[in-house]
């Protein structure tokens, strides 16, 4: 035995030791996961036994993160105990999560993010498609973009709330990195570059310093750019890793947007109200007449209150009459004293405050 060996073979062993343990508490972990669905399925409710919790899995998230003293950094844990939730979670109740598609798109990501590769997922062709398969419960629950830090809100997801009654129950933020993406047999000059506008207009110092005078063509989405890139060898595409996957892509260049810090907020859409985390945020709806002062009337209360609002965004009320709807973002929870204070001020001066939910802050 060589001296690499004699020093390996100790290491070696006691991977294999870890490993074992590591198999006997999984098991363990996932046989109290049954047990706690089997207590939830024997109480006695009209409602149906609510399996996923959202502030509970931001607990132990978090709690985990605290706990953790490395080599593995906190956003490796935080994946690797996504992944031990969303098989536990399976064997209580096996998940339906619908995601504005096609597949290869982030928000596919997104919802692999939050939920586990153990969550049956399921594109569709339509934000509003996803509201309505969540609020008529054909899904657990569904994933759906609504801010991007570069280009802005989403104005058809905030629409969608001004009719649905589906509630926010999580939200995901995901860093959005941008690849180049060609046929795996591509060895023509390229003659076309496709993708969602977005992206290109996200990479355009990159294309105009690599591909200058290349006809750049918007499409859909950027899984239509890598479908495209998959049918034609003269052709690249703009789009996610995931989706190079997904259509047997070659990864040319990676990370080629020009602002590095760009990431893509989506929300998850459920049907119940989720308790408290110690680390939320809280979305409303605000309906108001458009007069002097208005939003003025609207934002005191959370000043009275010591609340930070994290966004605000307006929109023409479907009335037709004049009237606006806010949406509004604050830090907290609507079980919180202060939150409670500010809607009972808020409803003294709006037509409408609607909850959209109550949900944890983004981990990893």
């Known amino acids: 035995m060589s001296t ?8 070696r062993d006691r991977i294999d030791e870890i490993d074992r343990s590591l198999l006997g508490l999984l098991n363990e972990r996932a046989q109290c996961a049954l047990d706690v669905g089997e207590i939830k399925k024997g109480r006695s409710s009209e409602d149906p036994p609510v399996f996923y919790r959202p502030e509970r899995e931001a607990q132990i998230l978090l709690s985990l993160m605290a706990q953790n003293k490395g080599p593995l950094p906190d956003q490796d844990v935080t994946r690797l105990f996504r992944e031990v939730i969303s098989c536990c979670l399976n064997l209580e109740q096996p998940l339906t999560v619908a995601y504005f598609g096609p597949e290869g798109t982030y928000t596919e990501a997104a919802a692999i993010k939050q939920f586990g590769h ?55 933020e995901l860093p959005i990195h941008h690849a180049f ?50 049918d034609q060898v003269d052709v690249a595409a703009i789009a996610g890793e995931v989706a190079a996957d997904h259509y047997d892509l070659r990864v040319l260049s990676t990370r080629i947007e020009d602002q590095p810090d760009n990431k893509t907020r989506f ?7 989720v308790g408290s985390s110690g680390a939320d945020k809280t979305s409303i709806l605000v309906s108001v ?42 830090d907290g929870h609507l079980n919180d004293a202060n939150a409670k204070r500010v809607m009972d001020a808020i409803q003294e001066v709006a037509f409408e405050v609607r909850p959209l939910g109550s949900y944890p802050k983004s981990i990893g």
């Open 4 to 11: 690499d060996d004699s020093k390996l073979q100790p290491l």
């Open 181 to 230: 993406l060609r046929h795996r047999e591509s060895s023509r000059e390229v003659t076309k570059i496709f993708s969602h506008a977005q992206s290109l207009a996200q990479c355009r110092g990159w294309l105009d310093r690599h591909y200058p005078g290349v006809p750049r063509v918007a499409v859909a989405s950027n899984a239509e750019a890598a479908r495209l890139a998959k």
């Open 118 to 172: 153990f969550a049956t997922t399921r594109p569709l062709a339509s934000i509003d498609e996803v509201f309505r398969e969540v609020e008529g419960r054909s899904v657990h629950y569904g994933v759906v973009p609504v801010e991007n830090s570069t280009e802005g809100m989403v104005n058809q997801t905030l629409d969608c709330f001004l009719t649905s009654r589906v509630k926010i129950c999580a939200e995901v």
């Open 267 to 273: 929300l998850v859409l459920g049907n119940q109200e």
């Open 289 to 330: 007449r458009n007069e002097p002062g208005a939003l003025l009337r609207v934002l005191t209360p959370f000043d009275h209150q010591g609340i930070s609002l994290t966004r605000i965004e307006t929109r023409p009320a479907r009335s037709g009459d004049w009237s606006y709807v806010f949406f509004i973002d604050f």
